[in-house]
């Protein structure tokens, strides 16, 4: 058989190398804020008499933040907003963590750390 024809019917070889995946934010599958919103305050609320279960997936969901973020597949501003919240549930009470799973204002998208504190739970 011909080299040349050989080498033209390979193509479809697997063994070749594959392309780099890279982010695409047009991609429809990426989270947005209400969904990365959602799993945190899910995570609390399914733990809400299991404070330091829900602390230790937060801790979880931050080094995903960080690799999301890094992947550029998550924007500063969010990170910097999911880590405000986690913040705020990792260092508080036991007393002060249900209200801050009660304050509406915390999870809305926008909240920003500082924002009405001086009503904290």
């Known amino acids: 058989m011909n080299q ?3 080498r033209m ?3 479809w070889w697997p063994f070749g ?3 780099k995946a890279t982010s695409n934010s047009n ?3 990426l989270k947005d804020t209400r969904t990365w919103l959602s799993e945190l305050r ?4 399914m733990n809400f008499d299991q404070p330091e279960e829900a602390r ?6 931050q080094v995903e933040w960080k690799e999301a973020m890094d992947c550029g597949d998550m924007s500063p501003s969010l990170r ?3 880590e405000g919240r986690a913040f705020r549930l990792l260092n508080c009470t036991d007393k002060e963590w249900l209200g801050w799973l009660d304050d509406l204002e915390f999870w809305k998208a926008g909240w920003k750390p500082g924002m009405g504190e ?3 739970p």
């Open 4 to 6: 040349s024809f050989q």
């Open 118 to 120: 001086e009503n904290e």
């Open 80 to 82: 910097e907003g999911l």
């Open 17 to 19: 190398k594959k392309a």
């Open 56 to 61: 230790r997936q937060i801790r979880y969901m």
């Open 9 to 11: 019917s390979m193509g």
């Open 27 to 29: 991609d429809p599958i």
């Open 42 to 45: 899910d995570a609390c609320e």
